[in-house]
């Protein structure tokens, strides 16, 4: 008899929290499109998901509220926190000034299937136990910032870690193209020059395909054979193919990392930490 009590407690109180969730999701999202009409924006779409309760801060719930136009048919996605009537978009811990946020967020994302053979590796052995895919632009300043912390963070982890590439060069970035063939024509020949192409200055950035090319065949060891692989058609397929890989992810801006499966978007070098301390 105590047994079945304690299991029926211990339902109603699912139940209730259940409740609460639901009404935490039905009372935002009834909320915000209210404003959106009254705004004449009717055409955004709220819709909000209850990820967890917190235990700490108390009466608080992690969200995930997604706004869809159903006009242009793109949605966005942003993870907040709420008691359902109040939306708070960071909690920091005072102590540590930490983002309590980031380490939701990183734990509640699913992992991803990475196709391997798709992307380049650049860093560690095939085999390795933990796997880095880096989705990334040479040219964009925040992939240029992530490599250089990500390089940082795991020359000092050490951890048994292969990282791998896949090429996403944005149609803001001119050079990314280029700069992506010269990456995988490098590797072809023992080089690495993910670190130079990472941190060209403007003055590179500005010269033309062939005078980039012919600077990094310079250091090559072999000039002709690497700007033959750099005019292949076989890199400017791989490149394009990793382009569409990448795209067929759902991956829209760089850099996007994933950290054994578990995505990170965008430039967040305490994700990145708390994804490398979980490596064993």
């Known amino acids: 008899?105590?047994?079945?009590?304690?299991?029926l407690t211990v339902l109603l109180l699912a139940l209730s929290l259940n409740a609460f969730a639901a009404d935490v999701k039905t009372g935002?999202?009834?909320?915000?499109?209210?404003?959106?009409k009254s705004q004449n924006l009717t055409n955004l779409v709220p819709t909000v998901t209850v990820v967890k309760k917190l235990n700490e801060p108390?009466?608080?719930?992690?969200?995930?509220?997604?706004?869809?136009?159903?006009?242009?048919?793109?949605s966005q996605e942003q993870y907040m926190?709420?008691?359902?009537?109040?939306?708070i978009p960071e909690i920091v811990n005072a102590s540590n000034n930490v983002s309590i946020k980031d380490a939701l967020v990183y734990s509640s994302t699913p992992k991803t299937n990475i196709d391997l053979s798709k992307a380049t590796l650049f860093d560690g052995k095939k085999g390795a136990k933990n796997t880095i895919v880096v989705v990334s632009d040479f040219q964009c300043p925040y992939c240029r910032k992530a490599h250089a912390v990500l390089?940082?963070?795991?020359?000092?982890?050490?951890?048994?870690?292969?990282?791998?590439?896949?090429?996403l060069p944005?149609?803001?970035?001119?050079?990314?193209?280029?700069?992506?063939?010269?990456?995988?024509?490098?590797?072809?020949?023992?080089?690495?020059?993910?670190?130079?192409?990472?941190?060209?200055?403007?003055?590179?950035?500005?010269?033309?395909d062939a005078q980039i090319v012919e600077i990094f065949a310079a250091k090559s060891g072999n000039p002709a054979k690497f700007k033959s692989l750099v005019n292949s058609k076989e890199i400017a397929a791989k490149v394009d193919a990793q382009a569409k890989?990448?795209?067929s992810?759902?991956?829209?801006?760089?850099?996007?990392i994933f950290f054994n499966g578990k995505g990170v978007g965008g430039f967040n070098p305490d994700m990145y930490e708390m994804a490398i301390r979980d490596m064993k």
């Open 1 to 7: 008899m105590k047994r079945i009590t304690a299991v």
């Open 28 to 36: 935002l999202e009834t909320s915000m499109k209210n404003f959106f």
């Open 58 to 74: 108390t009466g608080l719930y992690f969200i995930k509220i997604s706004i869809t136009d159903t006009k242009t048919k793109r």
């Open 81 to 87: 926190f709420s008691d359902g009537k109040y939306i």
């Open 151 to 167: 390089r940082g963070m795991l020359a000092q982890a050490k951890p048994d870690a292969a990282v791998y590439m896949i090429a």
């Open 170 to 208: 944005l149609a803001i970035h001119p050079k990314a193209p280029i700069y992506s063939k010269i990456f995988e024509a490098g590797l072809s020949l023992g080089k690495d020059f993910s670190d130079a192409l990472y941190s060209t200055d403007q003055a590179t950035d500005s010269k033309t």
């Open 245 to 247: 890989y990448a795209s």
């Open 249 to 256: 992810l759902g991956i829209t801006g760089t850099p996007h």
